[in-house]
């Protein structure tokens, strides 16, 4: 008979300290995680001490800029984070059922998308749902999810990665579009070429630059450098700047939906868009179970999809032969100086 030999006893590991760690590792810095929890730096700094003391580990390597894992301690840390994520949800489970849609639901998305299109729809969702309280996330800054105090982020693009839990919201593209205003004082380009004396609107998104735009033309993809004046990295401001007649954007079709269908932008060369840029909600670790997680895609998938079908180029071009379309709204003069074009870059 083979007798095994027990594993050494461990004391009792303290919650905190745990999820603590976890915030230190997808942070990089016991200050920025300790923030969160309100705790002094030097009190997270003991309670990983500490945590490091009961495991007879070190789960950290030190250096003046950042703290990474070291490999025993990314092993440990990544059981950690999915006991964690279990004991979580049967704790949820205990005190609401998974029928039950209430809780906080942080939710992540851009800045045009979460204004615009997301704002109404979500005030709709919140008085299904009263007992839900909502904890909006919006910036342009995209990052990892594990680093962002959200439960799900709703992104434009493919999954960035085959291990993220996603479930699609609506097919997507991005497309050009200029206000009438700007269309007739320079004119409307009528082939991919003539976008090059045009006046674009850059739109820095990750690591994507603005001022070059990738688009699909007859099944081929062609780089196109317009001349610019305005860059940002906010896609509220790039569609702003459309409006008031700064030049041609590159914009995704879920955000200029309205504006597209009350004539305050129009598309130009139609035909051509980017790559497919599809809508995806991405969810946080143990997070896609949750009554509120899935009532939400529940909620989102079929409006969203409505809005991305109400301006395909077939739906444009039906209005535009029907003449249903809304009549554009007159926007303000603006001054002189607005509307000059700049001097080739």
Not at 60 to 67: E, I, K, V
Not at 221 to 248: F, K, M, S
Not at 261 to 289: C, E, I, K, M, N
């Amino acid at each position: 008979m083979v007798r095994r030999s027990a594993l050494p006893a461990l004391p009792p590991l303290e919650l905190p300290s745990l999820r603590l760690a976890l915030r230190v590792a997808e942070l990089g810095s016991v200050a920025a995680a300790a923030r969160e929890v309100d705790w002094l730096p030097a009190t997270a700094t003991a309670a990983i001490r500490r945590l490091e003391a009961q495991l007879g580990a070190t789960l950290f390597t030190r250096s003046t800029r950042a703290l990474k894992p070291t490999p025993e301690g990314q092993l440990f840390l990544e059981r950690t984070r999915h006991a964690l994520a279990l004991l979580d949800q049967g704790t949820a489970e205990l005190h609401a059922p998974l029928s039950q849609v209430r809780g906080t639901l942080r939710l992540a998305v851009s800045v045009d998308l979460g204004l615009t299109v997301l704002r109404p729809l979500l005030d709709e969702f919140l008085a299904a749902h009263p007992a839900l309280q909502l904890d909006m996330q919006v910036s342009d800054r995209l990052s990892d999810i594990g680093r962002e105090p959200a439960d799900a982020a709703l992104r434009y693009g493919p999954p960035a990665s085959g291990e993220q839990i996603v479930r699609p919201m609506a097919d997507n593209t991005a497309v050009l579009v200029a206000s009438p205003a700007y269309l007739a004082r320079a004119g409307t380009p009528r082939s991919v070429a003539e976008l090059s004396t045009h006046t674009g609107i850059a739109l820095r998104l990750a690591s994507r630059p603005g001022q070059l735009w990738s688009l699909r033309v007859h099944g081929d993809t062609v780089q196109v450098q317009p001349r610019w004046q305005r860059a940002a990295d906010n896609g509220l401001l790039a569609r702003l700047w459309a409006l008031d007649g700064h030049g041609i954007a590159l914009k995704s079709r879920l955000d200029v939906a309205d504006d597209l269908l009350a004539g305050r932008l129009v598309r130009v060369l139609p035909g051509v868009q980017s790559a497919d840029y599809p809508l995806h909600l991405v969810f946080a670790r143990g997070t896609h179970l949750s009554a509120r997680m899935r009532a939400l895609a529940d909620f989102l998938r079929p409006r969203l999809q409505a809005r991305a079908a109400s301006v395909t180029d077939e739906a444009l071009a039906r209005l535009a032969v029907d003449g249903a379309g809304p009549a554009p709204r007159r926007r303000p003069p603006q001054p002189r100086a607005a509307t000059a074009r700049p001097a080739s870059a």
